[in-house]
Structures are given as structure tokens and as C-alpha cells.
């Protein structure tokens, strides 16, 4: 199953993809929420340090339908604390379902 998982994930570049999706995100963020981003020290991008946390196969009441998750973690620059979480959501067609953008 993990073969298949990752053929699929790279058949479609879905971690790029993400990584993508989750700059986008964020550039919104910074200009649509300011007041918010300062409260967490966020001034520019180029402090967010993101990581792949993983992917996962899920089977979803939500969409009908089998998907794959990948899922990033959030960090400021210099720090071990994540600050918050980024996943997008792909069905096995690689074709991008929905995306969930969080700052704790």
C-alpha cells in the first residue's frame, strides 16, 4: 500500500503541489490578517520555515471518496515550536479537493 501511496504522490507531484498551495496561503495571511501576524512576531515569509510532516491515504465521509493528505508543519525561523499546520487534500487523480490553513 505504501508503494502505491507514493507512486500516486509522485506521479502528480503532490508534494510540490502543496508546498505551492501552502505559499499562497500564506502571502494571503500576511496581507489579509496583519494585526494577527504581528501578534505572533510574523512580519514577512521569509520567517516561515515549513516542514513535511507526511502523507496519508484516508478513506472520508466528508468528500465520498478516497483521497490522499499531505500535511505540512509551520515554524518561525530560530524556533522549535510549531505555530501551526497546513494540509491539502488530493483524490487518487491527483486532482486538489480541499486545503486546511491553521496558525495556533
Not at 503532490?14 to 505559499?23: A, G, H, R, Y
Request: glycine share 4%.
Amino acid at each position: 500500500m505504501r508503494k502505491q501511496l507514493e507512486a500516486i504522490i509522485e506521479k502528480y507531484n503532490l508534494i510540490n503541489q502543496t508546498f505551492e498551495s501552502f505559499w499562497i496561503n500564506v502571502d494571503n495571511y500576511i496581507k489579509e490578517d496583519p494585526e494577527e501576524c504581528a501578534e505572533i512576531g510574523l512580519i514577512n515569509k521569509n520567517q516561515i520555515k515549513p516542514e513535511l510532516h507526511g502523507y496519508s491515504f484516508c478513506v472520508t465521509k466528508e468528500w465520498n471518496v478516497d483521497c490522499i493528505k499531505v500535511y505540512i508543519d509551520i515554524f518561525l525561523e530560530g524556533d522549535s515550536f510549531r505555530i501551526g499546520d497546513y494540509w491539502c487534500v488530493y483524490n487518487l487523480d491527483g486532482e486538489f479537493l480541499d486545503d486546511y490553513f491553521v496558525i495556533d
